[in-house]
């Protein structure tokens, strides 16, 4: 059997991987890239998902992680995919805060993430509690992806980087929550995404432009 | 450590960069040659260029000071002088007490500030830009080699290289944890920027406008840009052994004996050989960014390093 | 040995004859300045023997014998004088800056003298010059002595007044006016901060006596309650914090620096604000005995913020002495940093680290004296001979003024720490105190000195690049305009004084090993013998940190360096090169001529990390192309300006200027100048203050 | 990235071993037959196997630049024989000058000439730069560029082809081995 050492290690490298590609989405310009990352970033959270059911025997997790793996690291990127060739805009030109201030500020964000869940990560006393902090500094990337950025794609990526983010949360504090509620959240996020698709082609049909700034002006 | 065996490994490590960081860069071409479908120069071409330059008079523009001749020594004699510290096959190094890591930062910081200087000291507007470039870039790029270096200190728990290597290469625990792989990912990326290659960089660049580093050595000729390309040789094969021997501590000599150096001869050269071609195979693919691009990259990398340093206290 | 009371006296007597007979020289010009610098010097080498006295005495901490005690010289409290490490350490500050500079002066102020050949030239009374150079010095000395609240207080003041009147030394320049009167004004806001501060030290019961002595406050403080602690830590930082030059009270720094003559700005950038951290660390380490982690917090997080800050704007700014100014912003931010460090592990509880990083502080103090003052002179040099202190007109100064230049390149290379000078060790020794954090268990001051590693780590190639451009620009190269071209070199009381610095940022760079000791023993008086481990250990010619963290020998280094030099010339002549040397035009793609127009430029030199910190800047562009022709093709002038926005004086200071102006305009609504409304104003006010006081 | 690597790895090496020289060349001047022959014993030799070149255009109509920014590529790769394009007179030992000298650029050829260090040598490449050319007497031109700068080897042609440029390098190359003797 593992020791609780090396199933720590493994984990902490898997959690440093996943901050990491939440940093790589906001250093890249490429929408493609982008999304791919997002894939990648996934199938690190399912891995994970794996290594906790190892470790734990939480069977569900096996369930969690497949699922995890077809719908965010395989469905979900093939359809922004489409949706990006279709709208035909490959690169997030202008961003409201530059990428390499984001990148700054994303940095800085970890560590308020670390200054705030420190004390939860103190209070629990389960193996994988060091990680809590990377959990919520994802939430808190996803978030800070959707407010700077312009292009609609990379804002339907930003709330799934936070999603990621909390489901990670879930997976590492509590081992997951009830497979039928998280079965339940994937398909919430499923069918969100399909509407988002057709909402994005909509209004780039409507406004020529899938920069959502475009949307600040409430009269039609 | 007697002191016959200090001395011999001093010169040794001397002999090393002299000789070797020429062939590294003759590597280098070769590959990309390959990849480019040439044949490419052959290997000794690096020695032959040196040699030539040696026997070529010096031609110095009227209006500069002593600092543009002064400029090509001191850059030798620094690279000569880090060689002391960085390890290339053992972690035997016989003046690690006098200084770490830090200094040997600090002492390719004083060979760029002066090349900077040497770039300004023509009067040519090219040099000027050079400089401009080279100074920026070193600005941004410093920060990172800070953190990064103090992330691989964290881990290893010293600033003094024969130390880390010793701690590092008695516990691999130590090499996988994220703090270690992140503080790599981010010297990477400075090493790219500091050494001057793609996408950074183009070292093979003709055009003026493009160039960073040549642009600041467009004056320099005869033995003073035999130094000055030689120094710029050594510092690339003393930041990929940095870059190398730091992170993946295989295979350096921790021990006195002959087999252990010869293995860790031969396994510090098969580590080059790899990174020469990973070197290759990115500046075939990848093209130059824009220098206010360049930024980005490093900010991306001073984030990765902040990233290391915290991952160290979260995890 | 000597007595130390003896030496104080005749220190103290130097300098006030010296006053008086630079006085009563008037404007004799030679003896003048003759006069002036010989008594600088002679004060200054006592204030070398009283330091050496101080250092070597082994003198605890606090609490040490009264030096000097002078009743009836003041009318309302005794001056008191004791001699302790701290003050020692200061002492030899003020030494090694003011004997140079004072050296520098006799030649320097010549400058000032109306020559024959120039009728119109105005001359400045040398006189009056020499009278508040004196009370300066004099003043700097005293208060790192004095040890009553009123003394230090007293001055404290005098120390301000003094230098307000050097500032404003060139008083027929509007410029110098503004500048003295913004100086002036923060440094009176500092006062007020320092004073209720004091007032606040002294504890309930004794609030507002200004006879107390520090070792009675040291005693009153320890029962203050920690909340009034508390303000009177922040109101001594601000106050301390103003003199130190952080930000936001830095704004003073940049436009009295340049405006003061050369050897003034030497003195206060090398010395003066030093002092404020001086204050600062008598206040926190001594007086009030160390407090919460926040102050160290606190203190570390301005100090790294005041470091960037200064540095982003040194790099930006093409006025020489201006950009010095800045960066004297950066180095006390890096000092403040180190200080702060050192009280974050002493709350912390880790004296070893405490004392690893009061020394980093307390030797940047030295150096920065030491490369700081050296630059000064050498603008100063540069001024003199040119006239002017604008980058984009000089160049070219190194074939015409070779040893100032390469006085200044020595100080450029220590100022951005670059070995084997003197500024390295410093760097190194902050950089092992920030870098050991990783023994602290506190979580939160992780954050702080990783912040603090962050900042500093910037700033590091940032101030390598802006003193490549402060050298390379200024005196590389063509000159830029006629003056730099007609440059003649510095005269030679200048050279030496400039060049017994440049010795010194060397020595004290290869031989730190012989004064760090004095520094740890200073440091542990205060802060406590090392624990849990050894921070700083000194054998030999190596310095060690942690255990087996790190390892320094800087002698070791420059030796290693001379010895492979040698061998590198040597092993090259040896393989035959070819040693001809063929002088041609500079490489210009063939064009004919090569004119200084076509150099770069300091604005273009910074442009790019303008660029990238834009976000900071926010630089202006402004582009104006005049054509007098029909075709725009033929520019005949061309102006570009890019100026960047100073966000203290802008958004801070500006709107609170303004508010009180626009007060003051409401105010006079009530002023009309007649008697009967005046009388109105009374009564009504009388009638009020009745009907208020009634119950 | 991936489409990348297959094509380097359908395209392999495209360089070509240098063939026998055109006939017609070898005729017109006997002297590239010799050095043709000595070619194999020459790579053997340590020194004077590194030609850095700076290409000066005097004047020309491109038709000569075209062709010798075929010398880098992958067919003629130059690079195998020590020769390389530099982008500074200083750090070059021969001037490659196309084009006939136009009044223009006569001054900035000789300063270039000036600031190239010793040893040197001066190529001339096209019928252009030998004596102007088609363009001979024009009120623009000075004519060859031997009357702004001495002159080692003329490569003629109108353009010359990039093989009869890599020849005539070598040549140069031969000529430099003479100057840089200076020890032997």
Wanted: hydrophobic letters at 55%.
């Amino acid at each position: 059997m593992l020791t609780s050492d090396g199933f720590i290690r493994i984990l902490n490298l898997l959690s440093v991987g996943v901050l990491v590609t939440g940093m790589l989405i906001l250093w890249r310009r490429s929408l493609l890239s982008a999304v791919q990352i997002f894939g990648v970033q996934s199938l690190l959270l399912a891995l994970m998902a794996v290594w906790i059911a190892f470790y734990t025997g939480a069977a569900h997790l096996y369930l969690i992680a497949f699922l995890v793996a077809a719908i965010k690291a395989v469905a979900i990127p093939v359809l922004l995919s489409r949706i990006i060739r279709r709208l035909d805009v490959y690169t997030e030109i202008e961003p409201y805060i530059g990428v390499a201030t984001s990148l700054l500020v994303g940095a800085g964000l970890v560590v308020v993430a670390y200054f705030v869940m420190q004390p939860v990560a103190d209070a629990t006393n389960l193996p994988t509690h060091n990680a809590l902090p990377l959990a919520f500094a994802m939430v808190l990337l996803g978030l800070f992806i959707t407010v700077s950025r312009k292009k609609a794609v990379t804002q339907i990526l930003g709330f799934l980087v936070l999603e990621n983010g909390i489901f990670m949360l879930a997976v590492l504090a509590t081992y997951g929550v009830p497979t039928i509620v998280e079965i339940g959240v994937f398909l919430d996020l499923f069918v969100g995404i399909l509407i988002m698709e057709v909402l994005v082609y909509r209004i780039n049909q409507t406004f020529e432009s899938v920069d959502t700034h475009v949307l600040d002006e409430l009269r039609g | 450590m007697d002191y016959v065996a200090k001395f011999l490994i001093a010169v040794v490590q001397l002999l090393i960069v002299l000789g070797a960081s020429p062939v590294l860069v003759s590597l280098i071409r070769r590959l990309k040659a390959r990849l480019q479908g040439r044949l490419g120069p052959p290997w000794f071409q690096p020695y032959y260029d040196l040699a030539k330059y040696f026997q070529k008079e010096s031609v110095v523009s009227e209006t500069a000071s002593w600092i543009f001749n002064f400029t090509p020594y001191l850059q030798f004699v620094c690279m000569l002088l880090i060689a002391l510290f960085v390890p290339f096959y053992t972690a035997m190094l016989p003046l690690d007490a006098t200084g770490g890591i830090i200094v040997i930062m600090y002492f390719f910081l004083l060979s760029t500030f002066f090349l900077a200087l040497s770039g300004l000291d023509t009067g040519s507007a090219f040099g000027g830009m050079g400089s401009s470039r080279e100074m920026t870039i070193a600005a941004l790029a410093e920060p990172t080699i800070i953190l990064a270096v103090f992330s691989i200190s964290l881990v290893a728990n010293s600033t003094n290289i024969s130390t880390i290597i010793l701690r590092l290469g008695s516990d691999y625990g130590l090499l996988f944890n994220p703090t270690h792989l992140l503080a790599f990912a981010a010297f990477v990326i400075v090493t790219i920027a500091e050494t001057g290659r793609l996408p950074v960089d183009n070292p093979t660049t003709h055009l003026e406008l493009t160039m960073i580093h040549e642009a600041m050595i467009l004056e320099y000729s005869g033995r003073h840009l035999a130094l000055v390309e030689w120094s710029a040789w050594m510092k690339l094969f003393l930041f990929l052994s940095l870059l190398t021997n730091l992170f993946f501590p295989w295979g350096v000599a921790t021990s006195l004996d002959l087999l252990s150096f010869v293995a860790g001869l031969v396994i510090f050269a098969v580590k080059l050989t790899l990174a020469a071609g990973a070197i290759a195979f990115m500046e075939t693919i990848l093209a130059k960014v824009r220098i206010f691009r360049v930024p980005e990259l490093l900010a991306g990398s001073f984030a990765i390093a902040l990233l290391a340093i915290i991952s160290f206290y979260v995890l | 040995m000597f007595d130390a009371t003896l030496v104080l006296i005749v220190l103290v007597a130097i300098h006030l004859a010296g006053a008086v007979a630079v006085y009563l020289t008037r404007q004799e010009s030679l003896l003048t300045r003759q006069l002036n610098g010989i008594f600088g010097i002679a004060g200054g080498v006592m204030a070398l023997i009283l330091a050496l006295i101080g250092l070597q005495r082994n003198l605890p901490g606090s609490g040490s014998t009264v030096l000097l005690s002078l009743e009836g010289v003041m009318p309302f409290a005794p001056l008191e004088f004791t001699l302790d490490r701290l003050s020692s350490f200061f002492l030899l500050l003020i030494a090694v800056v003011g004997i140079p500079v004072s050296l520098y002066s006799i030649d320097y102020m010549r400058e000032y003298v109306s020559h024959p050949d120039q009728p119109g030239a105005h001359a400045y009374n040398l006189g009056l010059f020499g009278v508040a150079y004196q009370i300066f010095i004099l003043s700097m000395i005293l208060v790192v002595l004095a040890s009553t609240t009123f003394t230090f207080l007293f001055l404290w003041e005098l120390m301000a007044l003094a230098s307000y009147f050097l500032v404003v030394f060139e008083h027929r320049h509007r410029d110098t006016q503004e500048a003295g009167t913004l100086y002036l004004i923060m440094t009176h806001l500092g006062f007020v901060a320092l004073f209720i501060g004091f007032m606040l030290l002294s504890g309930p019961a004794l609030v507002g006596n200004t006879t107390l002595s520090f070792s009675e406050l040291r005693i009153s403080a320890l029962a203050l309650p920690s909340t009034q602690r508390d303000i009177v830590f922040l109101l001594m930082f601000i106050g301390f914090g103003s003199k130190a030059g952080m930000i936001p009270f830095h704004v003073w720094l940049p436009q009295a620096h340049p405006a003061a003559p050369s050897p003034v700005s030497a003195l206060m950038s090398g010395v003066m604000i030093k002092l404020g951290i001086y204050g600062l660390l008598r206040i926190t380490l001594d007086l009030l005995g160390g407090g919460p982690g926040w102050w160290g917090g606190l203190i570390l997080v301005v100090g790294g913020a005041s470091a960037l800050y200064g540095i982003l704007y040194a790099l930006v700014d093409h006025n020489l002495k201006r950009l010095l100014a800045y960066s004297s912003v950066e180095n006390a931010g890096i000092i403040l940093l180190a200080s702060g460090a050192a009280l974050v592990f002493w709350s912390a509880g880790n004296t070893a680290l405490a004392t690893l990083a009061l020394v980093g502080a307390l030797y940047h103090i030295l150096n920065h004296g030491v490369f700081k003052s050296l630059l000064f002179m050498g603008a100063g040099a540069v001024l003199q001979s040119t006239h002017t202190l604008d980058m984009e007109s000089l160049g070219g100064l190194i074939k015409r003024m070779p040893w100032t230049a390469l006085f200044f390149l020595v100080g450029s290379v220590s100022i951005a720490a670059l070995p084997p000078f003197n500024g390295f060790v410093g760097e190194w020794i902050i950089l092992q105190s920030l870098l050991l954090s990783l023994a602290l268990p506190s979580q939160g001051a992780h954050i702080f000195l990783t912040l603090g590693l962050g900042a500093l780590a910037l700033t590091g190639g940032l101030v390598a690049a802006a003193f490549v451009k402060a050298f390379g620009i200024s005196f590389l190269a063509l000159p830029r305009s006629a003056q730099a071209d007609q440059a003649t070199e510095a005269p030679r009381l200048m050279r030496w004084a400039m060049g017994i610095n440049a010795v010194l940022c060397l020595l004290l760079g290869l031989l730190a090993t012989l004064l760090l000791p004095a520094l740890q023993g200073i440091s542990r008086a205060y802060l406590g013998p090392d624990q849990p481990t050894v921070g700083l250990a000194i054998s030999g010619l190596e310095v060690r940190t942690g255990t087996d963290f790190g390892s320094l020998s800087p002698l070791l280094l420059g030796i290693l360096l001379a010895l492979l030099a040698l061998i590198a010339l040597w092993g090259l002549r040896l393989a035959g090169i070819n040693e001809l040397t063929r002088r041609s035009m500079t490489w210009a793609c063939g064009r004919f001529t090569l004119s200084p127009r076509m150099e770069y430029t300091a604005t273009a030199f910074a442009n790019p990390l303008k660029r990238i910190f834009a976000f900071l800047y926010q630089p202006v562009r402004a582009l104006t192309i005049e054509t007098p022709g029909a075709s725009p093709h033929f520019a005949q002038d061309i102006s570009y300006r890019n100026p960047v926005r100073l966000w203290f004086e802008e958004y801070l200071y500006g709107p609170v200027a303004r508010g009180i102006v626009w007060l003051a305009r409401r105010a006079s609504l009530v002023q009309h100048g007649s008697l009967h409304l005046y009388l109105t104003y009374i009564l009504s006010i009388l009638v009020i203050l009745l009907v208020l006081t009634r119950g | 990235m991936w489409d990348m690597i297959r094509k380097i790895r359908q395209v392999g090496i495209l360089t070509e071993p240098l063939p026998p020289f055109p006939a017609e060349y070898t005729q017109q001047d006997p002297q590239v037959e010799l050095v043709g022959g000595e070619l194999q014993q020459r790579t053997r030799i340590l020194l004077g196997r590194s030609l850095h070149i700076r290409q000066v255009d005097a004047g020309s109509d491109n038709a000569a630049e075209l062709e010798i920014i075929a010398l880098g590529n992958p067919y003629y790769d130059m690079e195998r024989f020590g020769l390389h394009i530099v982008a500074s007179p200083r750090h070059a030992d021969c001037l490659m000058v196309t084009g006939p000298v136009t009044r223009n650029m006569a001054l900035p050829l000789l300063r270039t000439y000036e600031a190239t260090p010793d040893p040197k040598i001066v190529v001339a490449v096209g019928d252009a730069a030998r004596d102007g050319g088609i363009f001979r007497g024009s009120y623009a031109i000075i004519g060859g560029v031997d009357q702004v700068v001495p002159v080692d080897l003329y490569i003629p042609g109108d353009p010359p082809t990039p093989l009869e440029l890599l020849t005539g390098m070598l040549i140069a190359l031969d000529r430099y081995r003479g100057k840089s003797s200076r020890r032997e």
